[in-house]
């Protein structure tokens, strides 16, 4: 079992900047590719980013590249989620999730996932 927490959402003004942290727990955070997702009011839950067990690879959703960054420090069993010049419609909950293998822009390859952090950008 692999346990996520998220933090770091908020209430921001538009053009500003969050940074989200998704602490894991439970078995060798390395051995697991992690994905960020968000589910805004009314709307299904979609992919944002993802990055593989060395931070080598990632991967993120043309709506949000060169906007969000995502990374990760296996010491600190720690994924992030850095969200600059955010727009109200960035406003959702975001999930982070871990999967085996390589990341993934599906959520059913997901394994295991957090509670969710809310962010909220206001204009």
């Known amino acids: 079992q692999v346990q996520l927490v998220e933090s770091g959402g908020g209430l921001v003004q538009a053009g500003g900047s969050l940074r989200l942290s998704c602490a894991a727990s439970?078995?060798?955070?390395?051995?697991?590719?992690m994905g960020w997702f968000r589910q805004a009011p009314g709307k299904g839950r979609e992919f944002v980013a993802a990055?593989?067990?060395?931070?080598?690879?990632?991967h993120s959703v043309d709506s949000v590249k060169g906007q969000f960054t995502i990374s990760r420090d296996n010491a600190k069993n720690t994924v992030y989620l850095q969200m600059n010049s955010l727009k109200p419609e960035d406003t959702a909950v975001y999930y982070c999730?871990?999967?085996?293998?390589?990341?993934?822009?599906?959520?059913?390859?997901?394994?295991?996932w957090g509670q969710g952090t809310q962010v909220t950008v206001s204009s």
């Open positions: 439970g078995r060798t955070f390395s051995n697991y590719a």
């Open positions: 990055i593989d067990w060395s931070g080598g690879r990632t």
């Open positions: 999730a871990a999967k085996g293998g390589w990341g993934s822009p599906r959520q059913n390859e997901y394994d295991y």
